[in-house]
């Protein structure tokens, strides 16, 4: 049994989407990244880092992994799914998991932070992410030309960047005119393993999300800009 520490994120997301994939057993702990569960002891004694997600498995020693990516490339080969076993095959899924993980996650993180919750607009450091977010969109874009997912078959690497960029709106960067990542972006959208995994633990209303950040007091833009 996996017990899973998780808010509703893209980061969250890519580990419950893949826990649905691949129908393994979980216990889902909802870490409130608003009220600062994360920074809490108990916490950090599972995920140093204090940012979720993080995972224990209670089936191997209580063994306690935090980093999406790192817990991604351990269930998928725990399981035997969503990652080939063979050496070139392995690294092609890791190559575009690390591409999310270093470029498409940092960079979609800072152009919301700089676009959506700033409190100052600076249009020079939004153009700078913006410009980065669509170029990273295009590399993916010309991977994806005759080709159904992003390798061979369908593996972590795909959920790892569908989680981000299903939400490419908050940010605001367009995808429009990339019709290979617009064709995957549905395809995976239609998945029930995906649609269930982006609603753990609940359901993100991005109308509230928003409507908070008109709050003087906004819980997440005092989140972002700390
Ligand atoms: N590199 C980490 C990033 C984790 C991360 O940034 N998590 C965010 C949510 S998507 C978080 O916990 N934010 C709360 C905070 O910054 O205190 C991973 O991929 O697991």
């Known amino acids: 049994m996996i017990d899973l520490y998780t808010?509703?994120?893209?980061?969250?997301?890519?580990?419950?989407?893949?826990?649905?994939?691949?129908?393994?057993?979980?216990?889902?702990?909802?870490?409130?990244?608003?009220?600062?569960?994360?920074?809490?002891?108990?916490?950090i004694k599972i995920c140093p880092n204090?940012?979720?997600?993080a995972i224990v498995d209670r089936d191997n020693e209580?063994?306690?992994?935090?980093?999406?990516?790192a817990i991604m490339l351990y269930l998928a080969r725990k399981s035997g799914k969503l990652i080939p076993t063979d050496e070139k095959g392995e690294s092609r899924v890791t190559q575009w998991l690390m591409f999310q993980m270093s470029g498409i996650g940092p960079m979609m993180g800072q152009s919301n932070i700089f676009y959506r919750y700033f409190p100052?607009?600076?249009?020079?450091?939004?153009?700078?992410?913006?410009?980065?977010?669509?170029?990273?969109?295009?590399v993916l874009d010309r991977q994806l030309e005759g080709r159904e997912f992003l390798c061979d078959e369908y593996s972590i690497a795909d959920i790892a960047n569908w989680c981000w960029i299903r939400i490419h709106?908050?940010?605001?960067?367009?995808?429009?005119?990339?019709?290979?990542?617009?064709?995957?972006?549905?395809?995976?959208?239609?998945?029930?393993?995906?649609?269930k995994g982006i609603a753990v633990?609940?359901?993100?209303?991005?109308?509230?999300?928003?409507?908070?950040?008109?709050?003087?007091?906004?819980?997440?833009r005092s989140l972002v800009t700390k």
Not at 169 to 195: D, Y
């Open 120 to 138: 100052e607009k600076l249009p020079s450091a939004i153009e700078r992410y913006h410009n980065e977010c669509r170029r990273l969109y295009e």
């Open 50 to 53: 204090g940012r979720i997600p």
């Open 169 to 195: 709106f908050w940010g605001g960067t367009k995808v429009e005119g990339l019709s290979n990542l617009e064709a995957w972006l549905e395809r995976l959208e239609k998945r029930p393993a995906c649609q």
């Open 7 to 43: 808010d509703s994120t893209p980061n969250g997301w890519k580990v419950s989407v893949l826990l649905e994939e691949i129908g393994m057993a979980y216990t889902t702990h909802h870490v409130d990244i608003m009220k600062g569960d994360q920074k809490e002891d108990w916490f």
């Open 62 to 69: 209580d063994l306690a992994i935090f980093e999406s990516g």
């Open 201 to 220: 633990p609940h359901a993100i209303d991005f109308k509230e999300l928003a409507a908070d950040l008109e709050s003087k007091d906004s819980a997440v």
